[in-house]
């Protein structure tokens, strides 16, 4: 085994693989490690002959499914730079995408190729297609002689993958993350999740998020197993899925448990093998969460989790016992990740203070592809995240809100979040996002956005009367405006760019 200082990925995920086990499940067809193993190996054979270059990027383009897994497994083990593009990118966006990187290599499906002939054909850019992808299935004993040899890396420099940022407030950046990143962030997840080969994860989230990725890297690297769904509207076939493959694991953001907590038959459901839920990529409402607390079996456990990309995926994690004393609370850093809230001079605060939570670990990633001086959350080291928040007495720390998502109405500097949450606390409402408006005479004012429950009707006066009991009156909304749905992303986060448009 190569020194961990020199040790790729791709050996780090498949170290506890067994062969004949099963890695993948998607629509009922399952996929051997042996069988991954031999596609991810078909994958680099196919770079080496397009002259693919070490640390080279390659760019991805795919729904989840086992082309997907064994693309970025191939990318990695042969020294290149995997990059991971949202599936549902229009051409211009994929244009846009492939020039930021200098991506001259694309993994795509074959079902995407239609959409995209036009700008492969006039980029020139290489392509490597579902359909000529080899299914070698690899036995227990393969012949090493004629295995292609892993990249020898330096794990702590080299990069294995550029993860895009969410883009939930403006426009996405690459990360650069390094295999070190990753190696760190998967091992400490599998510690405080005690998963093992034995753990089943049902997979709803995108695998180019970086928290579908670290569903991927951790049960690669315990030897268990996901089972891919790609249509969570039709949630009834997630479910009966769970429950027909004996799925050990759900994870998810804030919008896929309200998705669930609205479908009545998600709580008639037994979920006998269900262990570990996972929350995380935005505050789920406390009442959310007590709601499926009650709902899951004895069994199960819930983490609620924080995290960035920039910090490869995961920072913090609140442990299932303190899910009611510590209501609200991100927990505290994961193993291997210190969290401080500290002053604007990076002074650490004393417990009640609000100031910006900043991150120090191996998994915090290199910095982006095009880094801006003037905006840059790397510094000495360390991750200064933009969220702010503060630490109790018992050092769990609580998130007030991104430091850039505010309001100041009447000169006042009011969180976003603290309109929202004020808003979630009314069952009627299934979701909320806050926007700032030009008003006449506060200057800006918030403006809310919500969505009910199904099956509900309430005024929009009964949401500003319930907003002036919780709310100071210049953080009250000007304007309510009801919607079907938020404008998300392909993480599932709402896209307060988008509402600032609404007319």
Same mark, same amino acid.
């Given at each position: 085994?190569?020194?961990?200082?020199?040790?790729? &990925?791709?050996?780090? $995920?498949?170290?506890?693989?067994?062969?004949?086990?099963?890695?993948?499940?998607?629509?009922?067809? +399952? +996929? +051997?490690?042996?069988? #991954?193993?031999?596609?991810?190996?078909?994958?680099?054979?196919s770079l080496k002959a397009c002259g693919t270059g070490f640390q080279e990027k390659v760019g991805i383009l795919a729904e989840n499914s086992a082309f997907w897994v064994a693309c970025y497994l191939g990318i990695?083990?042969?020294?290149?730079?995997?990059?991971? $593009?949202?599936?549902?990118? +229009?051409?211009?966006?994929?244009?846009?995408?492939?020039? #930021?990187?200098?991506?001259?290599?694309?993994?795509?499906?074959?079902?995407?190729?239609?959409?995209?002939?036009? $700008?492969?054909?006039?980029?020139?850019?290489?392509?490597?297609?579902?359909?000529?992808m080899p299914f070698k299935t690899r036995d227990s004993a393969p012949d090493t002689e004629s295995r292609p040899i892993t990249a020898s890396v330096d794990s702590q420099k080299d990069l294995a993958a550029l993860m895009f940022t969410s883009g939930s407030t403006g426009q996405p950046n690459a990360v650069r993350v390094t295999h070190q990143n990753i190696m760190a962030n998967t091992g400490a997840i599998i510690a405080y999740l005690d998963l093992s080969q034995d753990d089943r994860m049902m997979t709803v989230l995108p695998f180019h998020y970086c928290f579908g990725t670290s569903l991927l890297h951790t049960h690669l690297r315990a030897g268990g197993s996901l089972v891919i769904n790609n249509y969570f509207q039709y949630v009834e076939d997630v479910l009966n899925e769970m429950e027909t493959f004996s799925c050990t694991g759900l994870a998810g953001v804030p919008s896929t448990f309200q998705s669930l907590l609205n479908n009545k038959s998600f709580r008639g459901r037994r979920f006998e093998a269900l262990r570990n839920v996972q929350q995380a990529g935005g505050k789920l409402a406390d009442r959310y969460i007590e709601d499926l607390r009650s709902i899951l079996p004895g069994d199960a456990r819930l983490f609620i989790s924080?995290?960035?990309?920039?910090?490869?995926?995961? #920072?913090?994690? #609140?442990?299932?016992?303190? &899910?009611?004393?510590?209501?609200?609370?991100?927990?505290?850093?994961?193993?291997?990740?210190? &969290?401080?809230?500290?002053?604007?001079?990076?002074?650490? $605060?004393?417990?009640?203070e609000i100031g910006e939570i900043v991150a120090e670990g191996d998994n915090i990633a290199a910095g982006y592809l095009l880094p801006d001086p003037a905006k840059n959350p790397f510094r000495n080291g360390k991750l200064y995240t933009g969220d702010l928040g503060y630490v109790d007495k018992d050092g769990y720390i609580y998130i007030v809100g991104r430091e850039k998502d505010f309001i100041k109405p009447s000169g006042y500097k009011v969180m976003a979040a603290t309109i929202e949450h004020a808003i979630l606390d009314m069952p009627e409402i299934a979701e909320a996002a806050i926007v700032g408006v030009p008003h006449d005479q506060l200057g800006e004012a918030a403006k809310a956005f919500v969505v009910l429950n199904d099956n509900v009707l309430i005024t929009a006066e009964t949401i500003l009367d319930h907003c002036r009991k919780k709310l100071p009156i210049y953080a009250v909304p000007c304007d309510i405006e009801f919607m079907t749905a938020l404008p998300k992303n392909s993480a599932g986060k709402v896209m307060k760019n988008s509402l600032k448009q609404t007319p």
């Open positions: 085994m190569p020194e961990s200082g020199s040790m790729n &990925l791709f050996d780090y $995920l498949l170290e506890n693989a067994d062969l004949q086990r099963i890695a993948l499940i998607e629509e009922g067809v +399952t +996929t +051997t490690y042996g069988e #991954l193993l031999g596609m991810a190996e078909g994958v680099e054979r990695i083990k042969s020294g290149a730079v995997a990059a991971p $593009l949202p599936s549902r990118l +229009t051409a211009d966006d994929l244009e846009n995408y492939t020039k #930021l990187i200098r991506c001259r290599t694309l993994c795509i499906d074959d079902r995407l190729v239609t959409r995209y002939e036009r $700008l492969i054909t006039e980029s020139g850019n290489q392509v490597l297609k579902s359909a000529i924080y995290g960035q990309t920039e910090a490869t995926a995961r #920072l913090s994690y #609140l442990p299932p016992e303190k &899910l009611q004393k510590k209501a609200g609370s991100i927990g505290k850093g994961i193993p291997g990740v210190t &969290l401080q809230v500290v002053d604007k001079t990076g002074v650490p $605060l004393e417990q009640g």
